[in-house]
């Protein structure tokens, strides 16, 4: 979700994000009974291993992560774990 983030490419590879806000969903796929209610992440460095894809890993770097998070409330246990295998 990079709706107001500032977007760089330090170098081959990589990338940096900063201020990059976090999803209101981004704990759904996990199946947890919490919803952010707001997050930033001040830095988000990001490191391709280009041409290399299938032999080493995507590093993300995550620095200043901020997130407020709640109960949901009534939450679907069996409705969460469903959607999780999708």
């Keep these: 979700y990079f709706d107001d983030a500032t977007y760089k490419t330090p ?3 990589n990338v940096l994000l900063e201020n990059v806000r976090v999803r ?4 759904e796929r996990f199946g ?3 919803a952010v209610k707001s997050g930033r992440v001040g830095r988000l460095e990001v490191s391709l291993p ?3 894809f299938n032999n080493k890993p995507v590093q993300l770097v ?3 992560l901020y997130v407020v998070a709640g109960p949901i409330r ?4 069996d409705r969460a774990i469903s959607n999780m295998r999708k």
């Design 62 to 64: 995550l620095h200043e």
């Design 32 to 34: 947890l009974p919490i």
């Design 24 to 27: 209101e969903t981004a704990f």
């Design 74 to 77: 009534n939450f679907d246990r």
């Design 50 to 52: 280009m041409g290399n």
């Design 11 to 13: 170098g081959w590879g």
